[in-house]
């Protein structure tokens, strides 16, 4: 079983659409999650930081269950510019801020 | 304030060589950690460095090897290539020394050296 899981996509949404993401975890002791945004050839850049029971920024709404070991990402009102690969990310336990990532899933939102 | 920088941006080797990727993390920060992103895949760990020397490895094989510098600068170096070492190498900075997630445990990346092996 993989670290991190995510549905890869892509997901084809219109714009204006609301669109969640959904990705699970193995290690029941981890810790901090983030949500990465990575662009087609560029580095990943920190979307969100998921510390609690969640945090909001604008359009984007990332939840944690640490019952269940997931983590989810909710888009609304997709704008184009939203397309992007967005990779779960969650700290290794046990110190050194080890990063273990999802594969990324794949979000294309049209006209 | 300067964000994490890398260098170079492309690299072109033959299998069997050798290749050094060199990293300066965003000001204020202490920590390197490197990464390899295959096409299609999340970055997977390296190994990360904290006050020059290596805190923690991932599953990679000795043909792996860095260093970071008194001005906390890294380098990855890379043996014996293979056909398979081609990939994205990230570089992310953050504040080490701590053992539970804070706000300071958020990690940069730079933009990366894409490395193509032939």
């Known amino acids: 079983r993989k670290e991190v899981e995510q549905d890869p996509g892509p997901f084809n949404v219109p714009e204006g659409a609301t669109v969640a993401f959904n990705c699970t975890y193995s290690n029941s002791a981890s810790q901090s999650f983030f949500w990465y945004r990575q662009d087609c050839r560029k580095e990943p850049k920190l979307l969100m930081s998921v510390y609690s029971s969640g945090n909001e920024d604008g359009r984007f709404t990332a939840q944690l269950n640490r019952a269940s070991q997931y983590i989810s990402l909710l888009i609304r009102d997709s704008k184009l510019s939203d397309s992007a690969t967005y990779l779960c990310v969650v700290n290794h336990p046990g110190g050194g801020n080890k990063l273990t990532f999802g594969t990324g899933t794949q979000l294309k939102v049209e006209l | 304030d300067a964000g994490v920088t890398q260098s170079p941006t492309h690299l072109i080797k033959t299998r069997g060589q050798q290749v050094t990727l060199r990293c300066s993390p965003k000001?204020?920060?202490?920590?390197v950690s490197w990464y390899q992103q295959a096409l299609g895949q999340g970055p997977q760990f390296i190994f990360q460095y904290y006050e020059e020397e290596e805190r923690q490895r991932g599953n990679f094989p000795d043909r792996f090897s860095g260093h970071q510098f008194p001005n906390y600068s890294s380098e990855l170096n890379v043996n014996a290539l293979l056909l398979g070492d081609s990939a994205l190498y990230l570089c992310?900075?953050?504040?080490?020394?701590?053992?539970?997630?804070?706000?300071?445990?958020?990690?940069?990346f730079g933009p990366g050296t894409r490395l193509t092996v032939l």
């Open positions: 992310a900075s953050s504040l080490g020394g701590t053992e539970l997630p804070s706000s300071t445990d958020t990690q940069y």
């Open positions: 000001s204020g920060h202490d920590t």
